[in-house]
């Protein structure tokens, strides 16, 4: 029997990068998933390419939008019967000086990254413990909401939030049997990242002192995390912040020069 078999499953921003790592590994956990996102073409072309690991979902939505929320947790239990695990995912990021930022932009990263953190953990809470049998939530934060990167105020701001949410929903949740913790991912080979990587490290020719590693993470290593925080034998953890940064966050330079000037 798989790790997860039987369970249901949310993640949210799940077309590509990190969220498509975590909606793959939860598969392969044994968990059937509703994958979810704002653009929708490139929402149902993964889940096409999704299920061949298991059963899946596509559900299109806007995170930051509180009736959407709700419809896709609503979604989740209409389809598969219930609900166990929500990822709360979903994120963008906005990169200029301080003082050069737009309003439009920090609202926009913060209404994604922590407000849609907010309102999808909210309605998948309320719909795990109306139903008693607990939960867990799970919601991504980033090693910038301890160390910020120059020109990123909203982004920084908003994964700290989200670091600072999963603590106070762990406390509030508890008990209804739901467990919520967040992960802090660092350098992750995602599209996005790779518009502001070194092509040297992308292709391996020479050596990136980024982490002690000098690797990128891969999505699926965030996706593996997130299985043993719903698995059983993280059943006595919760409020906490789980670090997957290849040692990023353990040294002084958390971010190479090289990588910044191209911000």
């Not at 949310?10 to 044994?30: C, Q």
């Not at 096409?48 to 806007?62: Q, T």
Request: charged residues 15%.
């Amino acid at each position: 029997m798989k790790l997860l078999e039987g369970q249901v499953a949310i993640v949210t921003g799940a077309g590509r990068g990190i969220g498509r790592g975590i909606a793959e590994e939860l598969l392969d956990a044994g968990a059937k998933v509703v994958l979810a996102q704002r653009n929708e073409g490139e929402l149902h072309e993964v889940a096409r390419e999704l299920a061949s690991l298991g059963e899946v979902s596509a559900f299109a939505c806007d995170v930051s939008r509180k009736d959407d929320a709700q419809a896709l947790a609503d979604h989740a239990v209409s389809t598969f019967g219930k609900l166990d695990i929500l990822v709360a995912n979903a994120g963008t990021s906005s990169y200029s000086p301080f003082l050069e930022m737009k309003e439009e932009d920090w609202d926009r990263v913060l209404g994604v990254n922590l407000k849609g953190a907010y309102l999808c953990g909210q309605a998948a809470a309320q719909r795990m413990a109306a139903a008693g049998n607990g939960g867990r939530i799970v919601l991504i934060s980033s090693v910038c909401a301890t160390a910020a990167e120059p020109n990123s105020a909203p982004y920084t701001v908003s994964k700290g939030g989200v670091s600072a949410l999963a603590k106070a929903m762990a406390v509030d949740l508890a008990p209804h049997r739901i467990t919520v913790n967040a992960i802090a991912p660092g350098w992750i080979h995602s599209t996005s990242t790779s518009a502001i990587t070194p092509a040297p490290l992308l292709t391996g020719e020479e050596p990136f002192p980024l982490n002690p590693l000098q690797v990128i993470g891969q999505p699926r290593q965030i996706g593996s995390t997130v299985v043993w925080l719903a698995s059983p034998g993280a059943g006595f953890t919760t409020g906490s912040v789980v670090t997957v940064d290849g040692g990023q966050t353990a040294v002084l330079q958390t971010v190479n020069r090289r990588a910044l000037g191209q911000l």
